[in-house]
């Protein structure tokens, strides 16, 4: 099976689905992770920190992140942010990852409130038609949401998993991107902590009886 990840910053695949992408590369499956954005272009920088030395320490967060998950099939493009203004590149971009012909895409739920998450979903969306492409394995589209979660509801596919999938590899994936650890300080109510993580995994996995669960809206299906 072919598995497609396509998130907007490096750290919101972790969040968003990174025990879908550990389960999936234990059962053998080929896991292609695409992030659009290079996740540093919105934030503020001390002085003694350039921007191209926070690009490239985000990039290699997200490479550590990658091998804790078991992915080394990695397309990293480094759009500079705010993305909602480059949707034809970000299509483009997606039409092209789409020639690894996946049987599943993990991406941004749209009704996310952040533009860029919301863009990307958009965009994957437009690009995932069915009708419109011939697509020889996709089944299905799965939106994953990025703490803090508005909107629940949407949620009503749920995988569930084990302490060692949530400790050993979603959170200490999520604990290799140090500058964002370093942007949450201790604000312990911040929804990103590790420890709300596990919270919020808890609740889902619950949904359907199991230790610890991640949650998605199905954007798209295919039934034949
Ligand atoms: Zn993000």
Same mark, same amino acid.
């Given at each position: 099976m072919r598995i497609l990840v396509i998130a907007s910053h490096p750290d919101d695949e972790t969040l968003g689905c990174g025990a879908q992408i550990a389960l999936h590369r234990d059962a053998g499956d080929d896991v292609r992770v695409a992030v659009v954005a290079d996740g540093v272009s919105g934030y &503020?920088? $001390? @002085?003694?920190?350039?921007? +191209?030395?926070?690009?490239? @320490?985000?990039?290699?967060? *997200?490479m550590a992140a990658m091998e804790i998950l078991g992915v080394s099939d990695i397309v990293y493009l480094? #759009? +500079?942010? !705010? =993305? *909602? #203004? &480059?949707q034809q590149a970000v299509k483009s971009f997606v039409r092209e990852l789409l020639a690894f012909d996946p049987h599943a895409v993990y991406t941004h739920m749209p009704t996310d409130r952040d533009d860029d998450?919301?863009?990307?979903?958009?965009?994957v969306l437009i690009e995932t038609r069915f009708w419109a492409? !011939? *697509?020889a394995s996709l089944e299905a589209v799965y939106g994953f949401p990025i703490p803090p979660v508005n909107d629940t509801s949407r949620l009503t596919v749920v995988r569930g998993f084990h302490v060692e999938t949530m400790e050993r590899r979603k959170i200490a994936a999520w604990n290799c991107y140090v500058s964002e650890q370093e942007r949450i300080g201790d604000r312990?109510?911040?929804?990103?902590? %590790? !420890?709300? =993580?596990? $919270?919020?995994?808890? +609740?889902w996995g619950s949904w359907i009886g199991q230790p610890? %669960?991640?949650? *998605?809206? !199905? #954007?798209a299906a295919r039934v034949s």
């Open positions: &503020k920088w $001390s @002085r003694e920190q350039s921007i +191209v030395k926070a690009r490239q @320490r985000r990039k290699d967060e *997200f480094g #759009l +500079v942010e !705010p =993305l *909602f #203004l &480059k998450h919301k863009m990307v979903a958009q965009s492409r !011939p *697509f312990v109510h911040h929804p990103r902590t %590790g !420890p709300n =993580l596990r $919270s919020q995994a808890h +609740v610890y %669960g991640e949650a *998605f809206e !199905p #954007l």
